[in-house]
């Protein structure tokens, strides 16, 4: 009988690594079925906090955050697309792409989980597909009314939730509650409360992590 296993997958919509670890875990968690039944819960992270409305070159803010190159920036992105290729997820970032704040998109999570999770699972990769293969706009409640259109929600729900703010004290109270854990880079996966996986892992690892985890708890 597989054993229930919880798992927090600590992320933010406009992080590569995070959607490349997504479809890592989830590969693996087919790939376990026999011995873990896993139910994964998205908390939030925010990678830019204090960004502008209107976002900030990608470029321009690697260049600023981590000193990077243009050479060295347009090698990480090829880098990262061929990653999220062999995944099959389709990356279509540019040197003209954007990174944009995203604490609506979470509280949109947030209510998404309330609807069930799936729901939530269903929403988190329409964000993706949103910001990284169309190249949208995740602070812009059009770009997320149509993402939990497209994950199953209703959208006048979703407007609802995005023009009055809903969610905002339980999303702020969940970030804080992750970085007073420890958590200061993602993705980061908590398993049980107790197992810490970081980074874009491949299936292979977080396969091996599953099946470890669930002779521990057997």
């Given at each position: 009988?597989?054993?229930?296993?919880?798992?927090?997958?600590?992320?933010?919509?406009?992080?590569?690594?995070?959607?490349?670890?997504?479809?890592?875990?989830e590969?693996?968690?087919?790939?376990?079925?026999?011995?873990?039944?896993?139910?994964?819960?998205?908390?939030?992270f925010?990678?830019?906090?204090?960004?502008?409305?209107?976002?900030?070159?990608?470029?321009?803010?690697?260049?600023?955050?981590?000193?990077?190159?243009?050479?060295?920036?347009?090698?990480?992105?090829?880098?990262?697309?061929?990653?999220?290729?062999?995944?099959?997820?389709?990356?279509?970032?540019?040197?003209?792409?954007?990174?944009?704040?995203?604490?609506d998109?979470?509280?949109?999570?947030?209510?998404?989980?309330?609807?069930?999770?799936?729901?939530?699972?269903?929403?988190?990769?329409?964000?993706f597909?949103?910001?990284?293969?169309?190249?949208?706009?995740?602070?812009?409640?059009e770009?997320?009314?149509?993402?939990?259109?497209?994950?199953?929600?209703?959208?006048?729900?979703?407007?609802?939730v995005?023009?009055?703010?809903?969610?905002?004290?339980?999303?702020?109270?969940?970030?804080?509650?992750?970085?007073?854990?420890?958590?200061?880079?993602?993705?980061?996966?908590?398993?049980?409360?107790?197992?810490?996986?970081?980074?874009?892992?491949?299936?292979?690892?977080?396969?091996?992590?599953?099946?470890?985890?669930?002779?521990?708890?057997?």
């Amino acid at each position: 009988m597989p054993r229930p296993l919880k798992i927090d997958f600590v992320s933010d919509v406009v992080c590569p690594w995070c959607i490349i670890g997504l479809r890592g875990l989830e590969e693996a968690v087919e790939r376990t079925r026999d011995v873990v039944d896993v139910t994964v819960h998205f908390q939030p992270f925010e990678l830019n906090p204090q960004m502008a409305p209107e976002g900030e070159n990608i470029g321009e803010h690697i260049a600023r955050k981590y000193g990077s190159t243009p050479e060295q920036s347009a090698a990480n992105r090829q880098m990262i697309r061929d990653r999220a290729g062999a995944l099959g997820f389709s990356m279509n970032s540019s040197a003209d792409s954007r990174i944009y704040n995203t604490f609506d998109a979470h509280r949109l999570l947030h209510w998404a989980e309330t609807e069930g999770a799936d729901k939530q699972t269903a929403l988190k990769h329409a964000l993706f597909t949103a910001y990284f293969t169309d190249q949208q706009n995740p602070s812009d409640p059009e770009v997320l009314v149509a993402a939990a259109q497209k994950a199953g929600l209703d959208g006048e729900a979703a407007r609802e939730v995005l023009a009055l703010g809903r969610y905002a004290e339980e999303v702020r109270a969940a970030e804080q509650l992750w970085q007073s854990r420890g958590i200061n880079s993602v993705p980061a996966i908590v398993i049980e409360d107790k197992w810490l996986i970081s980074g874009g892992q491949p299936p292979e690892a977080f396969e091996q992590a599953l099946r470890d985890i669930a002779g521990q708890l057997a």
